[in-house]
């Protein structure tokens, strides 16, 4: 057992394929900032084994709750999603972005594009945030095309289903890193649209000791310099 007084033998880490936050490396090995991130924090709690469960967004947090798996990469915090799992503190707080085609040819700037423009399709991958954000400045339920992976939503994109995907800015700059070849390129959400998320790591509300040792270790380590050159290898500043 570890001075932060956790001995879990096992832990379950659910995760998705989104870089720089998790993705799977040329050899298959699991990494990512937030991946890095947890690793580091569960082995100072004294986690022996870190078991890595691949999924698709919408089974995160019902995973949780059905005990398939006891943490989860970093999820934006919300008044809903407390009700189904336990937060740490804010591992990162980030802006939203559109992946649109590289040529732009729509000349889309933020999701006002989308209010004005009643025949542009947003496309959103089914209960991440962005679908309900992309709402908040006028954008029509009819204009939003829903997809159960973010790979199926840059591919509408690509194919020209839809005009732009909305996510995570970074999150689509990962994706792009390796996928140099697809004509494809990002928007960053203006600041007058909407401003950077903070975004945490989820537990199981049965987890409340894992959960609190995870968040010990992260009150120190958050900001220090070796979180910064760590997180500075997947492209944040």
């Not at 007084?5 to 298959?28: K, M, T, V």
């Not at 990162?92 to 559109?98: C, H, I, R, S, V």
């Not at 939003?144 to 995907?165: H, N, P």
Request: with cysteine; charged share 25%; net charge negative.
């Amino acid at each position: 057992m570890s001075e932060h007084g956790l001995g879990a033998a096992e832990i379950r880490f659910a995760f998705l394929i989104e870089p720089p936050f998790c993705y799977r490396a040329s050899d298959g090995a699991v990494t990512g900032c937030d991946v890095e991130v947890a690793r580091h924090c569960l082995h100072t709690v004294g986690v022996e084994t870190i078991v890595f469960l691949e999924t698709e967004f919408a089974e995160l947090l019902p995973g949780l709750a059905n005990g398939r798996w006891d943490m989860t990469t970093g999820l934006f915090v919300t008044d809903e999603r407390r009700r189904l799992a336990d937060f740490s503190r804010p591992i990162w707080a980030l802006p939203d972005g559109l992946l649109v085609h590289s040529d732009n040819p729509r000349e889309i700037v933020g999701y006002r594009t989308f209010a004005r423009s009643r025949e542009l399709r947003l496309a959103a991958v089914k209960d991440q945030v962005q679908h309900g954000t992309a709402r908040r400045p006028g954008v029509g339920q009819d204009q939003i095309r829903l997809f159960e992976t973010y790979a199926e939503a840059a591919s509408a994109v690509a194919a020209g289903t839809v005009d732009a995907y909305a996510s995570v800015a970074m999150a689509h700059r990962g994706y792009l890193s390796l996928n140099p070849s697809l004509p494809l390129t990002v928007v960053e959400i203006p600041h007058s649209e909407k401003i950077g998320e903070s975004g945490a790591f989820a537990f199981s509300k049965s987890k409340l000791e894992l959960g609190r040792a995870v968040d010990k270790v992260l009150a120190t380590y958050l900001g220090s310099a070796d979180h910064r050159a760590l997180i500075a290898r997947f492209g944040f500043t």
